[in-house]
């Protein structure tokens, strides 16, 4: 059986979600990669999908300095464009 979080992946592949740059350990990384790290933690951490989609979504705006924030606990690094 595939995990929910499997499934998203085909919602953050490249398109106009693709709204920032993003980094693992200082390494820039695709958004789909990124976005499937976040969402391998956020199912760890125990943060249900609809949740953690908003966080992804908020932290690459500029007004998403908290979502970056949360973000940023999974290794993550955002930057707005």
């Known amino acids: ?7 998203l992946r085909r919602h953050f592949e490249p398109s106009e979600h693709n709204m ?5 350990q200082n390494h820039e990384l695709p958004e789909p990669d ?14 249900d999908i609809p949740k953690a989609i908003s966080i992804w979504e908020d932290a ?11 973000v940023s606990a999974a290794g993550i690094k955002v930057e707005a464009t």
């Not at 920032?20 to 693992?24: A, D, I, M, V």
């Not at 990124?34 to 943060?47: M, T, V």
């Open 60 to 70: 690459a705006t500029e007004e998403g300095a908290e979502a970056r924030r949360l």
């Open 34 to 47: 990124a976005a499937n790290h976040w969402f391998e933690y956020a199912e760890s951490h125990g943060i």
């Open 20 to 24: 920032g740059k993003y980094f693992l």
């Open 1 to 7: 059986m595939l995990s929910h979080w499997y499934l």
